[in-house]
């Protein structure tokens, strides 16, 4: 019997958050009928370089762009922490909050593939569920085949009767969009209207950002 819906986790660095963040955020909180997707902005990301924008402004703009938006709430938790901002620590923090919730752990099939090289990526399946939305990103003859048959479930219920320990494949519409697109644009001199909400737009040019 459901007592707990699960939260949904969604990490990166947001910079900028844009309309493929969003839609795709909105789309598993209704889908699965989740208690909320908490937004979590990566103060130092251990795989890429630190965005020069700030890890305080790139929240601000998670913020903005998810003012008034039922069941999308941003956490500040990894800018909270000094050194690099693994997802395993990000976790445990999580578990000591919401005690009684199933966390769901949205990643890219990209993302999914590329987990080995993450910090202690194998206990990450012990304190959340993976729900990994496929893109182009193939499967076959890959090392995570066997982590993926081990864990997969097909049944949407498991989320919430498990505490952790699911893999669960949400195939969603994408919007292609990127971030690297949108700083790319704005370096140019070019508008990247329509890629990202109004009120990050304003922030940027307001701040000149990405100039």
């Not at 202690?120 to 399946?125: A, K, R, T, V, Y």
């Not at 729900?131 to 993926?148: D, G, W």
């Not at 949108?182 to 304003?202: E, S």
Request: hydrophobic fraction near 40%; proline fraction near 7%; charge should be positive.
């Amino acid at each position: 019997m459901l007592k707990y819906k699960p939260i949904g986790i969604f990490g990166g660095t947001f910079n900028p958050i844009h309309h493929g963040h969003l839609r795709l955020a909105l789309e598993v909180y209704e889908r699965l009928n989740l208690e909320k997707i908490l937004l979590i902005p990566s103060a130092r990301p251990p795989h890429r370089n630190t965005p020069i924008i700030s890890s305080q402004n790139r929240l601000k703009m998670v913020k903005i762009a998810i003012k008034d938006m039922p069941g999308l709430q941003a956490d500040a938790r990894e800018l909270q922490r000094s050194g690099f901002s693994y997802t395993v620590d990000t976790l445990k923090s999580l578990k000591n909050n919401y005690l009684n919730n199933p966390l769901c752990l949205i990643l890219g099939m990209d993302a999914f593939l590329n987990l080995p090289n993450w910090y202690q990526w194998e206990q990450l399946i012990k304190l959340a569920h993976l729900l990994v939305i496929p893109r182009n990103a193939s499967l076959k003859n890959h090392s995570m085949q066997n982590f993926l048959d081990l864990h997969q479930t097909s049944n949407q219920a498991d989320l919430t009767l498990e505490n952790a320990g699911k893999i669960f494949m949400l195939p969603i519409p994408f919007l292609d969009i990127s971030a690297t697109q949108i700083r790319q644009l704005i370096k140019a001199n070019k508008n990247p209207k329509y890629l990202l909400p109004n009120a990050v737009l304003d922030m940027i040019n307001e701040n000149q950002f990405y100039r």
